[in-house]
């Protein structure tokens, strides 16, 4: 019996639904890198989590009190941008840390960390 062709449109539609298709999903980053914005479920997976502080290798203090440059901080959001407006914690420190990441949480951002190692 004789092969048929397939008819043009069906390959089309087809390369088309394969293209289209959404990638694999990567498992959640653990440990979360120190820098960068996260969303939780498609980066991180909800959790607590500790670093061991602030990843910068010198610290500069005026009156006792470390720069800003020097520390480790974090923000939580209730939406799914760095929007200021929509923070629901944030924290800084020179030393170690923790941040509870619960389901109300839609990103994480970190500046100046060392790696975040979920605990929880």
């Not at 397939?6 to 390959?11: D, E, N, R, S």
């Not at 061991?52 to 974090?74: E, F, H, K, L």
């Not at 944030?90 to 060392?114: D, W, Y």
């Amino acid at each position: 019996m004789p092969q048929r062709a397939l008819p043009w449109a069906l390959i089309v539609a087809t390369t088309a639904v394969i293209a289209g298709a959404a990638p694999a999903h990567a498992d959640p980053l653990d440990p979360i890198p120190g820098e960068g914005f996260f969303l939780v479920g498609a980066d991180i997976a909800p959790g607590v989590y500790n670093t061991s502080g602030s990843a910068s290798a010198w610290a500069v203090y005026i009156n006792d009190v470390p720069t800003q440059g020097s520390m480790c901080v974090w923000f939580t959001y209730s939406t799914p941008d760095a929007n200021k407006d929509h923070v629901v914690a944030t924290n800084m420190s020179i030393g170690p840390m923790n941040v509870a990441i619960n389901s109300t949480v839609k990103a994480f951002e970190s500046h100046n960390c060392e790696p975040w190692t979920r605990v929880t």
